[in-house]
């Protein structure tokens, strides 16, 4: 039995027990007057802000900046039946379309330079250059700016070192950091891929942005999806912007540093060593400062919004924890009611008691959210928030 909720204009994927938000209440979130449809992508804009999703695939762009989602949209516009994926729309309330501002707090960045010692990681021939050794010297670039522009930080391997994945995330604990960049560059089969990438840990529940990738239940790293999402759009919007690179966007991948780190953390592919001309670039300090003020920047808005979205989310959360209070009430007083031919449930007491069933009959791996360990009851209250069940 597929978890769903009432009224029908919520919708569930049987599938993947996705809850859906539709195309009125994607809207409505956005702060959008109308929509545009033009056969292809469907665009809302509040003047401010654009959001354009494209027909069957998972891409979104963000004022022009590529995200790709955790789910892709179900439905079509023309059916009227087009809808979101209620994480999705959630993330990008919450960590992507805020504007609040504050003073940037003094972070403790951790900055990971990918392989080191017998691994080199990839490599170009012509010219020649190890993977290893182009991440330390931009891990050492952005530290440098970094700490200009206020912050903490401290690097994994300031040399070439061999770690482990796990003495990696060990260090951010042991470490205390606030924040997680971990600096890669790219290799592909096709000489002519190019790009710059940023991953963020999937939501629970939802397989990475690659072909192929699956689905997995609750990690460490989803505590900090909403952060996640903040940090790599931040940051990613920077560097396509600053570096005038193909824009392969803000992806999602279980990677290891990503789900067992217990801070929010993002994974950088800065391009292609199997691309010549990618190379060259990189190999200039005029393109590796460039890069490390794009990161940088990216960290000081990140550092500025922070604190709004931990209100943000403490709301949510405190919402949450509320309406779930509300409903085990309700339910503990239906069950100790008396039961009469003469009573006249709720209208939409058997959707809710369907939803509540379920949940506490399934694993706890299909229970969807963010932030907080699908094996709580309150991850399903989002389902249940003012105007879609009362």
């Known amino acids: 039995m597929a978890l769903c909720v009432w009224p029908p204009s919520a919708r569930c994927d049987p599938a993947e027990r996705t809850v859906w938000r539709t195309l009125t209440h994607v809207q409505h979130a956005v702060g959008a007057s109308h929509y545009a449809w033009d056969g292809d992508s469907l665009c809302f804009s509040n003047g401010q802000r654009s959001l354009r999703f ?19 949209p179900a439905g079509s516009v023309p059916g009227g039946d087009w809808r979101l994926a209620a994480v999705d729309l959630d993330l990008l309330q919450l960590a992507v379309l805020t504007v609040t501002d504050d003073e940037p707090k ?62 990696r995330v060990r260090l951010a604990r042991k470490k205390k950091a606030d924040l997680f960049l971990c600096i890669h560059a790219n290799h592909a089969e096709n000489a002519e891929a190019t790009g710059t990438e940023t991953y963020v840990l999937p939501a629970s529940g939802y397989p990475g942005t690659a072909d192929g990738s699956r689905a997995r239940g609750w990690q460490i790293g989803n505590r900090n999806d909403y952060h996640n999402t903040l940090l790599g759009f931040s940051i990613h919007s920077k560097l396509v912007a600053q570096t005038n690179t193909v824009d392969r966007g803000l992806k999602r991948q279980s990677f290891f540093v990503l789900r067992e780190t217990s801070c929010p953390a993002v994974l950088l592919e800065f391009g292609f060593l199997s691309n010549r001309d990618e190379t060259l670039k990189m190999l200039t300090p005029a393109w590796q400062k460039q890069c490390a003020d794009a990161v940088t920047e990216g960290v000081v808005v990140y550092a500025k919004r922070v604190a709004a979205l931990d209100r943000a989310v403490a ?12 409903w085990s009430l309700h339910l503990a007083a239906l069950q100790t009611a008396p039961r009469t031919s003469s009573t006249n449930p709720p209208p939409l007491l058997p959707a809710v008691a369907t939803a509540l069933t379920y949940a506490a009959s399934s694993p706890a791996s299909v229970l969807h959210g963010t932030n907080a360990a699908p094996v709580e009851l309150n991850s399903l209250i989002d389902f249940y928030a003012t105007g879609t069940v009362e």
Do not use: Y
Not at 54 to 71: I, K, P, S
Not at 134 to 142: D, N, R, S
């Open 315 to 326: 709301e949510k959360r405190a919402r949450d924890a509320e309406a779930n209070e509300r």
């Open 54 to 72: 494209f027909q069957g695939r998972r891409r979104l762009a963000v004022d022009g900046t590529t995200v790709w989602l955790n789910a892709q």
């Open 106 to 167: 003094r972070l403790h960045v951790l900055i990971d330079p990918g392989h080191g010692g017998e691994d080199d990681g990839a490599a170009s021939r012509d010219p020649a250059l190890k993977e290893k050794t182009l991440t330390l010297c931009l891990a050492k670039e952005i530290a440098r700016r970094l700490e200009k522009a206020g912050m903490r930080v401290d690097l994994t391997r300031t040399q070439d070192t061999l770690l482990s994945l796990d003495e």
